[in-house]
């Protein structure tokens, strides 16, 4: 097999709005990169401030894409030789991070702000990058001769000699102390340097002593133009050894460690000639059997699970039998003759095995218990956990017999946004003696849409410029095209398609920001029945469409509800940011559950559990015939943002290929406190048309741990929840529901093609995209009521404290009050700074009584559910159009129930942002309470030093200023407070 190179491209695309420095309002741009001791420059570009060089540099990448490594310099400059300057030359850079590089066809063009080099530098404008990388074939070695090497070594490219320099990597694997003696070493003489070609990529030395600094821009230049000379290297010291982490966290320590008995069946040899047999295996009072085959290899693996009741059932066999007859069949008796030998072992001598052990080995066993020879069997049996590596793919004696009970990982496809803007249509094929309307049909799988009617009149083309939005996933193959067909409305007729074409979205444009791509024109073909003819046409055409046609990359897709959002990163990965966290879920088990089928006359459940977060999804095993299912699995995700939601979910398992919702939790990472280990029970209830049901509870353990320093994670609450796309051209907030269903349609529909799949009604009922949505309900209006009522009943207590203080029911109090009265009276300043300390210190005091209970559940009592009545639940089930009384009944009911669910939508929005206020004090988010904490204390001492006026002045100037001074983003305060949390997860 061939060896593969892989590179980085970057292309340095062009330059927008740079600072002149040649004295006469311009500038001559060149750009220098590197990356990883590579360097690379463009050409100059004479007398241009907004400079196109569309050229691409190649630089060699040792190691994985994701690998720690320096990040990626761009670097701008002037050149002094094609213009006089007297300034620096430099114009700006750019620092990118090497581990968001992109493979090459999810590549895009990014706009990024130079930034200064130093606090003195003067820097403005931006630059359009576009990185990826790619593999290719690994170049020929070079030859051994000596005097051919140095005759080639002018004529390789740049790469070869960066190949060249970075093949000379230091010794491995040395301790710390020897590193630093050979840092210490001088550097061994090489060979005098030959010419290398043009471009050639510098060697920096990677030592971790400090280096001699590199040289300027205008020594850079200075080399290119002039012939090179490479440079002298020297000797390599080796890295430094990383010390290991202190302690490393075990894979399951949140849950309870499960011990099971663990069989491995690997082949038999000597076995009955002609005989398809299979392997019985017989432990704990259970029974579970091997595929039949004829070459005796079966290499499969059982765990029986080591309880209480299985023991004392049997406690110490462990019996394995061969026979050749079908699995199904009824074989007791030893001397039958399909019997063809076994193996009896003694639990209580089994070893035990924990990982990071090695796997144990299997041995050879005669096969005993037969009259004749009937040959040897290779087994393997030891005790374990949950965590051996085995278990995953074991089959486990509490499953149920149906395929797909496993546990398993699964990840959601990458979504996108297409674009599609509609402009124009030409040389239609219509009459052109009427006037008609025309509008385009867009179909992308089961996602239609249509323009509006745009008239044609006296033969003018028909306009649009209307924009159609449709979600897709990755990847793109030659399958998944977008139809778009032009259609003919005349009066009360049916639409005539005029022409269609269609687009492999694998062709479309990816673009990350709201940059303007290259239109198009389509060339539309007639339907064979339905388009007239027309003389001096092309045949086989149908006309023209003007379309401009992109993935967006810088949105979220949205496929949850929007209080319960997992995940808020754009679709494009160069606009990941890095986590700040991570979040450990240990699913435990269920108590109690309730059944909910019935076989043979006998009520029973097969539950397994699922967890949700960001495009991750964790599926327990199926435990049968339990209502105390135990599971004990452990899941990790990583956090990218804390105000998102964590999803977990309870099913029931069927033969019929079916799952039954059992209940629902939900968990928002902001309000666990760091690495804090929060274990409980939460119930599970569903709300049906009879009423609320209590299905079980479900035992959960969940750890939020930063990843990165304190300062890092309380920064991310100051900035934008969702993407800057979401603000700079947001979606019409009617076609967002839309977006929703079909982007969670999508994911069911990928999800259910894995091997084993996850239900399409599992995921669309865990992204809440299950059945019709409701509408008006009396029991969510109430209880939105009433979450507004103790949000704001702080307004009530203040009330009473002051007609308190006017009753002189407490004496002292009052003559407190007229004293703090007085001082404020003289002392005006002191208003402001009394009301920030006295607010910061009954926080600090409340703290005492933050949450020190497990985390938050849904509450009947919030949703209002405990005594709601049959025919509001009637109501609030019944499907729209209503379905009850008469047709007049109907139409009133149903304006009733839209302006009603109108009014819903709009409390809740009420009450959330009422809730996050009192976030602020309640200690529900940790983090966010503290900095408000210090914002206090902060705001006290600054309104006691700067005088209120200036105060006053320079708030009513902030809030007056001039448009051209104002972000289009959001502020950092109203980011922190759309970050706080409100009750909208717990409301059912």
Known sequence: MASVARKLVVEVVEAHDLLPKDGTGSSSAYVVVDFDGQRRKTQTVLRDLNPAWNEAMEFLLTGPVDYDREPIEVEVYHDRRAGPSRRNNFLGRVRID??????????????????????????????????????????????????????????????????????????????????????????????????????????????????????????????EAAPKVAPRLKQMAPPLVRSPEVAERSKYDLVDKMQYLFVRVVRGRA??????????????????????????????TFAFMRDASAAAADPSSLEITVWDLPPESDANDEEDEH?????????????????????????????????RRSGDLMVATWIGTQADESFPDAWKADAPAHVGSCSKVYHSPKLWYLRATVIEAHDALAPSNMDYAVAVKAALGFQVLKTRNAVSRNGAPPTWNQDLLFVTAEPFGDEHKLVLSLELRHEKKDAIALGSASIPLSSVERRVDDRKVASRWLHLLPEADEAPAKKGREPGVGGRLHVRLCLDGGYHVFEEAQHCQSDFRPSARQLWQPSVGVIELGIIGCRGLLPVRTVAGKGTTDPY??????????????????????????????VYEPSTVLTIAVFDESEDATSRPMGKVRIRISTLETDRIYRGSYPLLQLLPSGVKRMGEIELAVRFSRSGSTLDLLHVYFKPILPAMHHLRPIPAEQREFLRLAAARIVATRLGRSEPSLRREVALWMLDAAGDPRGYSMRRVRANRYRIMAALSWVSDVVKWAEDMRAWRNPTATVLAHGVLVLLVWYPELAAPTLMGHVAVVVVWRRRRRLREPMPHPCLRASQAEMVEREELDEEFDPVPS?????????????????????????????????????LVTWRDPRATGMFVALCFVVAVTLYVVPARMTAVAAGFYYLRHPMFRDRLPSAAVNFFRRLPSLGERIL
């Open 98 to 223: 090497s581990k968001k590089v992109v493979r090459k066809g999810e590549e895009a063009v990014v706009s990024f702000p130079l930034e200064k080099k130093s606090f003195f530098s003067w820097v403005r404008g931006e630059i359009d990058l576009k990185m990826y990388y790619v593999d290719e074939p690994a170049p020929p070695a070079p030859p051994e001769n000596p005097a051919e090497t140095g005759a080639n070594e002018a004529e390789e490219p740049p790469v070869a000699d960066a190949e060249k320099v970075l093949d000379e990597k230091p010794e491995p694997e040395k301790s710390p102390e020897a590193a630093a003696a050979d840092a210490e070493k001088p550097a061994e003489p090489v060979p005098p340097p030959k010419p290398a070609a043009e471009n050639v990529s510098e060697t920096v030395e990677a030592n971790p002593t400090p280096q001699p600094a590199k040289p300027s821009a205008e020594e850079f230049a200075e080399k």
């Open 271 to 300: 076995l009955s000639s002609g005989a398809k047999p299979h392997v019985r295996v017989a432990a704990y009072g259970r029974q579970v059997s091997t595929r039949m085959s004829a070459f005796f290899e079966w290499n499969q």
């Open 339 to 371: 019997f063809l030998g076994g193996v009896r072992f003694d639990v209580s001598e089994v070893p035990l095995r924990d990982p990071p052990d090695s796997p144990l080995a299997p041995q050879w066993y005669r096969l005993e218990g037969c009259s």
């Open 609 to 638: 559990a699922v967890a949700k977060f960001g495009p991750k999804w964790a599926r327990t095993r199926t435990v049968a015939d339990s209502f105390d299912p135990a599971w004990n699995e452990q899941y990790t995700w990583l």
């Open 883 to 919: 379905l009850r009384g008469s047709d007049v009944v109907r139409a009133r009911y149903n304006r009733m129930r839209a302006v009603a669910a109108w009014f819903q939508a709009m409390l809740g929005d009420v009450a959330a942002q009422a809730e996050r206020v009192q976030a």
